[in-house]
């Protein structure tokens, strides 16, 4: 046995993640097929180590699985899939910068409902409901409808 490859435990340790994500990793084509020791341990290159971690980060930063599949299935076969990668990296951004635009809606719809509700609550006395959540049903609504906030829906004055 080559004493430079790594079991799945060690990878795992080494990485940060559990040894069923290994599996699974391997599962959807993430990681190659490993070697195997003669009882049955799965057995990784140590570059690994690095494709796993690269895997994480990427992960954190939008990439799906899929994804993440198919750009190594194109690397592994000697192929260069570099520009898909930074196009795909674009794509995660233009969803951010959309994001915060609905996050600044909902921001700006939030103060308004804020304002709105101390006012309310000024002019209704103590022992009675001021219907708050009620109040809602009277605004219109600005989030974009083919948004895919989970804000979608709320309403502006």
Not at 15 to 41: C, F, K, M, W
Not at 72 to 92: H, T, Y
Not at 134 to 143: D, G, H, K, Q, V
Request: contains cysteine; hydrophobic residues 40%.
């Amino acid at each position: 046995m080559d004493e430079r490859l790594l079991r799945s435990g060690k990878l795992a340790r080494l990485t940060g993640v559990s040894t069923d994500l290994l599996r699974h990793y391997e599962r959807i084509g993430i990681l190659p097929s490993p070697a195997r020791a003669s009882n049955g341990y799965r057995l990784y290159a140590p570059q690994m180590v690095a494709r796993v971690r690269a895997v994480r980060r990427s992960v954190a930063l939008g990439f799906s699985l899929a994804e993440l599949a198919r750009i190594f299935a194109v690397r592994d076969s000697n192929g260069i899939p570099c520009r898909n990668v930074r196009a795909l990296a674009a794509e995660k951004l233009q969803r951010v910068e959309q994001s915060l635009v609905e996050m600044k809606a909902l921001r700006r719809q939030l103060q308004a409902i804020l304002l709105d509700w101390d006012s309310r609550l000024a002019k209704t006395p103590a022992n009675k409901r001021a219907n708050l959540l009620e109040s809602l049903a009277e605004r219109t609504a600005i989030l974009p409808s083919n948004s895919s906030s989970p804000w979608k829906g709320i309403s502006q004055p």
